[in-house]
């Protein structure tokens, strides 16, 4: 089984960071149209450069960000199931 990391961020912080600079800089860029012109459309390129692709790509790196470690994926005989991951239990 290979560990790819999708979509998915390092951390939950970082990747909210990623989506509040994504988001800001989409709505920005149509926003200060009035105010630049066209050029404010740059923006947009700053805004899917934050979102690694699209809004859709950020919202399954989310998804996949906060799952890590708690979900395992496990493929045999062509049918695959997802099962909650042991968490090793603290010795008290």
Do not use: N, Y
């Amino acid at each position: 089984m290979t560990d790819e990391q999708g979509f998915a961020s390092s951390s939950l912080p970082r990747h909210l960071v990623r989506g509040a600079v994504g988001f800001g800089a989409l709505i920005c860029s149509v926003a200060l149209i009035p105010v630049v012109g066209p050029v404010s459309l740059l923006l947009a390129a700053v805004g899917v450069f934050a979102f690694r692709g699209c809004p859709t790509c950020w919202a399954i790196g989310l998804v996949q960000t906060i799952s890590r470690g708690r979900l395992r994926r496990s493929c045999s005989d062509g049918v695959c199931e997802l099962k909650v991951a042991d968490r090793p239990r603290s010795g008290v």
